[in-house]
């Protein structure tokens, strides 16, 4: 194998393996510290909090860990703040949700608990409808 491909492909895999992040601000915002991590995302990077939650607004299933200062431990996005909104129209968030902050979900990855807002301002069903 040429050398100068395998120190390539070694780093890659350094890079994305069990490795400490570095105390830096994160890529993405650069204002929080890398201290989360997907591991469903492909060629995902640390990030803070927010850029974790943000960029999982469309996959609330993913897998996160965070930096623990040793190991990356299991964290949710639920308690990183992540909000599911079900039942609304397009165009935004419902101003009247019903929050259901212990949901239970069964994915391919296991059992997951995180936040749901139901829509209750009528837009995405019958208005006053509890849940």
Do not use: Y
């Amino acid at each position: 194998m040429n050398p100068d491909i395998r120190d390539i492909i070694l780093e890659e895999l350094r890079r994305h393996g069990e490795h400490a992040p570095r105390q830096a601000l994160c890529r993405r915002c650069r204002s929080g510290v890398q201290r989360h991590r997907c591991r469903d995302c492909f060629w995902a990077q640390p990030m803070c909090a927010a850029c974790v939650v943000a960029e999982h607004g469309s996959h609330p299933l993913h897998r996160i860990q965070t930096w623990s200062g040793g190991i990356w431990v299991p964290e949710t996005l639920k308690n990183l703040g992540l909000r599911i909104s079900l039942g609304h129209g397009p165009g935004g968030r419902c101003t009247s949700p019903f929050p259901r902050d212990s949901f239970i979900v069964i994915d391919r990855n296991g059992i997951q608990e995180v936040a749901i807002d139901f829509c209750g301002c009528g837009q995405g069903g019958p208005r006053g409808r509890q849940f």
